[in-house]
């Protein structure tokens, strides 16, 4: 596609349900990455995926978050048993290679999610 | 600790003059550091870039400045206009073999017409 598309772009959800965020990166893009960005601050790094393969989950708040991705292609973050404190912008990006070599990251626009 | 921080949260600046944004870093160990714009209710959007063997870096009305010595990073816009109104965040990262950014808490631009 012609950038990083996420759904929903908002979601209410009540305390102690489920979520899943969906991200669709660039096409061709193998290295995928889930931010988070409360109000007012700058982005959280959550994790990170080459392929399918996830070598960097450090940034993962708890388990009660997991991300998985499949074809190489869509990621879909979730989290369980969501709490007030899991309100955020969910931001996904993807680059044609890894970061540290030097490549651009794509951002999405985001889902914004709200825990009542 | 470790931490990529801003001095100033909000700018604003006239139309047509030159705006001057701050980040103080840290990590001994960052390697490469990146600006992003935000406008609201979009992701961040690429500005620049510049790796730590380099201490200054020039794009289109943009320049970065890297100070390693006092661990300070600036990004400079020229000849400011209404659609740099946004906010602005630096990034650092360690390198190959490290995918994490870590960003500062950002600093809004505002353009004055």
């Known amino acids: 596609g012609a950038g990083v598309s996420q759904s929903p772009s908002n979601k209410v959800t009540e305390k102690g349900k489920d979520v899943e965020l969906r991200c669709d990166p660039i096409?061709?893009?193998?290295?995928l990455y889930w931010y988070r960005q409360s109000l007012g601050q700058g982005l959280e790094f959550l994790i990170y995926f080459q392929g399918n393969s996830a070598p960097d989950k450090s940034g993962l708040p708890s388990d009660r978050f997991s991300a998985e991705r499949t074809g190489g292609s869509v990621s879909t973050l979730t989290i369980q048993r969501t709490q007030q404190e899991d309100s955020a912008v969910y931001l996904c990006a993807s680059s044609s290679m890894p970061l540290g070599a030097g490549e651009k990251l794509f951002f999405g626009s985001g889902t914004q999610l709200s825990v009542l | 600790g470790e931490s990529v921080g801003l001095h100033l949260p909000t700018l604003s600046v006239q139309e047509g003059d030159n705006s001057i944004i701050n980040c103080a870093y840290s990590?001994?160990?960052?390697?490469?550091f990146i600006w992003y714009k935000q406008e609201s209710g979009k992701g961040p959007q690429f500005i620049i870039d510049i790796r730590s063997n380099m201490d200054k870096r020039q794009g289109q009305r943009v320049t970065v400045l890297l100070n390693k010595t006092v661990k300070h990073l600036s990004l400079q816009i020229a000849a400011t206009q209404p659609g740099d109104s946004a906010v602005y965040f630096c990034a650092e990262n360690r390198g190959f073999g490290n995918e994490k950014l870590t960003f500062g808490t950002g600093t809004r631009l505002t353009i004055i017409p």
């Open positions: 990590n001994s160990a960052s390697d490469y």
């Open positions: 096409s061709g893009h193998t290295a």
